[in-house]
């Protein structure tokens, strides 16, 4: 970094993890160089000023603003964009120890004016072992089913160059004080020695049945199922057992909240199956160093390079809907000719026309002294584990959903791991849920880690075929056991332990539809200071990115009247100028991303 | 055509209050397409210039460093140029006249690391496997370990890439030029257990299952020591323990034609023919069996039997016939409900009547 | 039925040599001659052929003679190719013109019969690729000459023979897997030999091509994949 932009960045920016630019030279070696383009406020000067006029102002870079920033800047928008915080992400941000801490302290200080945030509980036995800028931590962590709209707008438009992805594999079940792993591919029901023939059917037929439900003659048969809870279909239609029927419901499915309807739980699993296979055997990604704070980021970059101006460390204080001047908190003043985007933790203190936050989620992340790696699948550093309703002491209403992130997600250091654990369950019982769903894990990897004669590090040889022919399989059940008898004779050590409640006025099936942005639109009064601003949501409980681009997409509606030019630009490699970079004329952008996931040769 | 469209729209719609947009999107739109007109036919101009730079030389038989990443550069735009592909092994045959053994295995290995960043782009592409082939003839210290890693990798990115699997027997066999006849044993039954865990991972390969097929009567006909089965060419037994995961595969999926095919094979004249009559009644008659059972399963839940049940029951008949020399008389009974659901397979059936 | 608009197809077709303002045009020049090809059977298809000027073709076709090897390129300056040499040969007999190879025959069939191997098989050119295509090729270029023999033929069906596989079809070389475009080659070999009866295990085989056709109707080159287009790129 250059000594001009050390000194210009304020104490509180310096404290951040290498950016994207810099953790990877602008120019990569090898045949796909990828330019990374600077971002004020990371690697660039802060702007000294706010510029006298825009098309549109955005404020807060959490991921659905810094897409739509940037879907606005390429077509064609003079884009401001501005946050409160001193980073980007805002509440989809991603950070260090030192910023949690900062903004734990934020959140209980209880200011006037909306409140995204409560009860937020910290907790750091040993701060001398924790070094901030080694972690990333994710405010609202997210993973990425590889045949998703934001997958699909990555790499259209060209921000997966700014990112580095990794897949998960294993996804795990909490079912009778044990976990098990889900025969969910075609592969490990074939192998999976524990079901009968006649259950190795059932669940094909029903995989098959997901897989091809977007038919219109099965789309048409669902329609007799639309009242009907999606557990009860599947027991009756496929004679499946309640376990399965878990599994199928809140892990592949990653259903937030019991008694789905079919419908509802057939497009889940559709959306874990589809995405099987489609890069390599694994139906999930997520951004190495960090999840939508990275993301946001690196949709911010894009939107600069499309002339997108940005300033961090700016309030909106209030906005004269009738001059259309936006007025920061440190009297600066834009003229926005066309419209006012805020998300809601942005809002101005006065603000009366934010949406109401009816759901809540609950969140509990810790950092842990163990690698973890029992849970990861070969050569993979993250995993999902799944608390059905009903399966923890706390007789748990709602699931409890789980993020592990080891140290090769960038996101911690070596022999450490970081647990994200949530539920839409609220209140008390939330953090009571929480709390066992984590002595669960605890009580987990400390058996898989201490019984060293069982080596959980599953590969491909653990298919055995031998000499004479005949194959046998290892079940690939790798936390099988069940806890009953165990006794632990280490503790896990807790470096970090984070709770706290998140609110939303989005529902855990998190679609946003656009008549709430018509309504802030209309609401309020003239002289209210968010009189005619559009306010985003904040994130939703959903576990996934699912729903991200939607939202995204009816605010570039909402402003631009229709999105049909929706990040609609030829993203032509400007950065080389030899015919080398032409791949496009031989193969297409899909092909493109995807021999850089496969191959690492 | 598109920003045109929208120009229209902004004309007569005085009052839309997305104009401002929408005009900028017509001025971007124009600009962006003349730059693309312009940036394409400078590209067009340099492509030529250096395919002409490229043959020009070939044709003067300049062999030399410089001429040798030209054709590089130009591969690496067009890995489909087999005539630069000619040039450049002309060139480097130029070059290993002067070079000892150590030396011609350091310019292959260039060649082969260049050749890997081209099929990951163009995995299918004829002329690259063919040039590593080419190279691998020439490379006296051929490190067989690296290949064979070279070639999983693209195997599990593509399970059943046609290339790969032809590169794959082709460097087996090359590699078994080297061994002694245990070795070579040992290699065909690792062959096969790869087809294995290939098999585990997607019982639709249908290109495991075949390598499968051609291994299993390699490694009959070889009889390596440590395989059992093999080594007493013992047929019979290899059959049961095959048709137990071929009836777990078609359980698991009775769509998946590739298994289908490959029970064919099983229990077609290669197997039947070399186990006893009294062993062939029961293997054939205990599929069929289960191939029954599967299709009772397959007609209550769906209202129709299954089609490959059906085709499969057709091939058991007459090779149960076949081994007891009984005609069962079910064949025709079987041909005629096929007749009927599968009429695009009309003719075949009739031809398959007693 | 809905008809078929001729002169609009046959325009396309034309159109296809005009396209020198795209990338693409340039970028397929190791394909033309037999783009050439395959776009004057579909113009005989609608009885169109004079559609294409024959002088230009023929004029075309001699630029890509390759006096070095003595076959045809693809492209003028391009190498001579088995498969390049068969489409300059189709066209010309195609649009009656073979004589005016006359002076060159000599060095085309020994060019041609230099490409066959101990084995019986036909690599595509010196560099050593062998394929049943190339066998195909050779053989259908022979016969396009006049000039085949039981020297050549017997081992290039023998050599055919050998592959044939567990399912009936054929492949790539012995031991490839079957694929649809390989059963055409070698199928293709053997009738030009007049051997098709040489074919063991025909039930096998006529069972494996039936079931290429899927569901939708779409013809696919191997059991579990998606349908294609009918070439011979084995994918």
Not at chain 1, 313 to 332: M, R
Request: hydrophobic share 35%.
């Amino acid at each position: 970094m250059s000594a001009t932009v050390e000194s210009s960045i304020k104490p509180s920016m310096a404290e951040r993890r290498p950016s994207m630019a810099e953790r990877r030279p602008s120019v990569q070696t090898g045949r796909r160089p990828s330019v990374i383009p600077h971002l004020a406020g990371i690697e660039d000067p802060v702007l000294p000023t706010i510029p006298d006029q825009c098309d549109v102002l955005i404020c807060g870079t959490g991921l659905v603003e810094s897409i739509l920033a940037a879907a606005l800047a390429w077509q064609g928008s003079n884009v401001l964009h501005v946050d409160s915080n001193p980073y980007y992400g805002d509440t989809s941000s991603t950070l260090t120890i030192e910023q949690i801490k900062a903004w734990c302290a934020s959140v209980n200080r209880n200011t006037p004016g909306f409140q995204g945030f409560s009860k937020a509980l910290l907790y750091i036995p040993r701060p001398d072992q924790l070094n901030s800028r080694d972690y990333s931590i994710d405010l609202t962590p997210r993973i990425m089913f590889v045949k998703s709209d934001l997958l699909s707008l990555l790499i259209k438009s060209r921000v997966y160059r700014y990112l580095e992805f990794q897949s998960i594999s294993n996804f795990h079940t909490f079912e009778n004080d044990s976990f098990g792993k889900m025969s969910s591919s075609k592969e490990e029901i074939f192998t999976d020695q524990s079901l009968s023939l006649a259950t190795k059917r059932q669940l094909m037929k029903f995989m098959k049945f997901v897989l091809e439900s977007e038919s219109a003659q099965i789309a048409k048969d669902l329609e007799h199922y639309k009242s009907t809870p999606f557990t009860e279909f599947i027991k009756e239609k496929y004679k499946l057992t309640p376990a399965q029927i878990n599994e199928l419901c809140y892990t592949l499915g990653l259903s937030p909240t019991p008694n789905i309807l079919t419908i509802e739980g057939v497009s889940r699993i559709r959306r874990y199956l589809s995405s099987f296979d489609v890069y390599g055997t694994f139906p999930v990604l997520y951004s190495k160093f960090g999840g939508p704070g990275e993301l946001s980021q690196g949709f911010c970059r894009s939107a600069a390079v499309a002339g997108a101006t940005y300033k961090l460390d700016s309030q909106l204080q209030s906005y004269d809907s009738n001059n259309k001047i936006a007025t920061f908190t440190d009297g600066s003043k834009v003229k926005v000719t066309e419209r006012l985007v805020c998300s809601p933790s942005q809002a101005p203190e006065n603000a009366q026309n934010v949406p109401e936050k009816k759901y809540e989620v609950t969140r509990l992340i810790t950092i842990v002294k163990k690698s973890c790696k029992e849970w990861f699948f070969e050569g993979e550093s993250a995993a999902v584990v799944v608390f059905p309703p009903e399966t923890l002491p706390s007789n748990n209403v709602y699931p409890v959903q789980v993020i592990i992130m080891g140290s090769g997600s960038g996101c911690c250091p070596q022999g450490q791991c970081i647990w994200y654990l949530s539920t839409v369950e609220k209140g008390e019982k939330a953090r009571r849920d929480l709390e066992e769903a984590l002595s669960k894990l605890e009580e987990s990897i400390l058996r898989e880690s201490e019984d060293s004669g069982f080596d959980v590090e599953l590969t491909d040889e653990d298919v055995v075929s031998r000499p004479d022919g005949s194959i046998s399989v290892i079940n690939s059940v790798k936390l099988g056991k069940s806890f009953k008898e165990f006794v632990p004779q280490e503790k896990l050590t807790y470096l970090f332990k984070l709770m706290f409640t998140q609110y939303t006025s989005v529902e855990p099936f998190g679609v946003v539809n656009e008549n709430v942005f018509k309504k802030t639109l209309k609401e309020g009064t003239e002289n209210s200071v968010d009189y005619q601003v559009l306010y985003s949501n904040m994130p939703s409980a959903e576990i996934s990115y699912d729903g991200i681009v939607t939202e995204a997409k009816l605010l570039y509606s909402t402003i631009v009247g229709s999105d049909d030019d929706f990040f609609d630009v030829d993203f032509e490699d400007d950065e080389e100028d030899t015919l080398a970079r032409n791949d496009s004329a031989i193969v297409d952008d899909d092909d493109e991303f995807k021999d850089e996931m496969d191959f690492e040769l | 055509m598109l920003w045109m469209l929208y120009s229209k729209k902004s004309d007569t719609i005085r009052d839309d209050p997305f104009r401002a947009s929408l005009e900028r999107r017509t001025r971007l739109t124009k600009d962006t397409r003349l730059q693309k007109i312009k940036k394409d036919a400078v590209r067009i101009a340099r492509y030529r210039a250096l395919t002409d730079r490229v043959l020009d030389n070939k044709q003067n038989r300049v062999y030399n460093g410089k001429t040798l990443a030209q054709t590089e550069e130009l591969l690496d735009i067009n890995p489909e140029l087999y005539t630069v592909w000619n040039y450049r092994r002309d060139i480097l045959l130029e070059r290993f006249k002067t070079c000892d053994s150590d030396a011609i295995h350091d310019i292959i290995k260039n060649e082969l690391a260049l050749s890997v960043e081209h099929l990951r782009r163009f995995p299918k592409c004829y002329w690259i496997w063919n040039h590593r082939k080419w190279c691998l003839e020439y490379d006296p210290l051929t490190n067989w370990d690296a290949e064979m890693a070279m070639i999983d990798t693209f195997l599990k990115a593509d399970s059943r890439n046609y290339h790969v699997w032809q590169y794959r027997r082709y460097v087996v066999d090359r590699m078994k030029l080297g061994q002694t006849s245990q070795e070579q044993l040992d290699t065909d039954l690792q062959e096969f257990n790869y087809t294995t865990k290939m098999i585990n991972r997607d019982i639709s390969n249908y290109s495991a299952l075949h390598n499968r097929s051609r291994l299993v009567k390699m490694l009959f006909e070889n009889s390596p020591e440590s395989a059992t089965v093999f080594h007493t060419k013992n047929k019979y037994e290899f059959l049961v323990q095959e048709l137990q995961m071929v009836k777990t595969a078609f359980y698991t999926d009775p769509d998946d034609s590739s298994v289908w095919i490959y029970l064919k094979w099983l229990l077609g004249d290669y197997f039947i023919g070399s186990i006893s009559t009294e062993q062939a009644r029961q293997v054939v008659e205990t599929a069929i069996a289960d191939i029954n059972e599967l299709n009772q399963l397959e007609l209550e839940d769906n209202g129709v039997d299954n089609q490959w049940c059906l085709k499969s029951l057709v091939f058991l008949e007459q090779q149960l016939a076949k081994a007891t020399g009984v005609q069962s008389g079910r064949k025709n009974a079987i041909l005629k409900k096929l007749i009927e659901q599968d009429p695009m397979r009309i003719k075949r059936y009739e031809n398959s009547m007693d | 039925m809905t008809s078929l608009d001729k002169s609009k197809h046959v325009a396309y077709i034309k159109s296809l040599d005009d396209q020198k303002q795209f990338l693409e045009y340039w970028l397929s020049e190791h394909l033309r001659m037999n783009g050439i090809y395959w776009g004057a059977c579909a113009l005989f298809l609608m009885r169109a052929e004079n559609e294409f000027d024959k002088k230009t073709l023929v004029e075309f076709i001699l630029n890509c003679y390759d006096t070095t090897y003595g076959g045809f390129g693809a492209f003028p300056k391009h190498d001579s190719h088995i498969l390049s040499t068969l489409s300059a040969l189709q066209l010309l007999k195609m649009y009656d013109s073979l004589d005016v190879i006359n002076n060159k025959k000599s060095q085309i069939l020994q060019f041609i019969k230099g490409l066959q191997l101990p084995d019986g098989s036909f690599q595509g050119d010196r560099f050593g690729e062998v394929d049943t295509r190339f066998v195909y090729t050779a053989i259908q270029s022979l016969s396009i000459l006049e000039s085949l023999s039981p020297d050549i033929v017997d081992p290039a069906v023998d050599f055919i023979l050998r592959c044939q596989n567990f399912d009936g079809g054929f492949g790539l070389v012995p031991g490839s897997e079957s694929h649809s475009a390989q059963i055409f080659t070698c199928l293709a070999t053997l009738a030009i030999a007049g051997q098709v009866d040489k074919i063991k295990d025909r039930e096998a085989l006529e069972w494996w091509l039936s079931e290429r056709q899927v569901e939708n109707g779409g013809l696919n080159g191997r059991p579990e994949k998606l349908p294609d287009r009918s070439s011979w790129e084995p994918g």
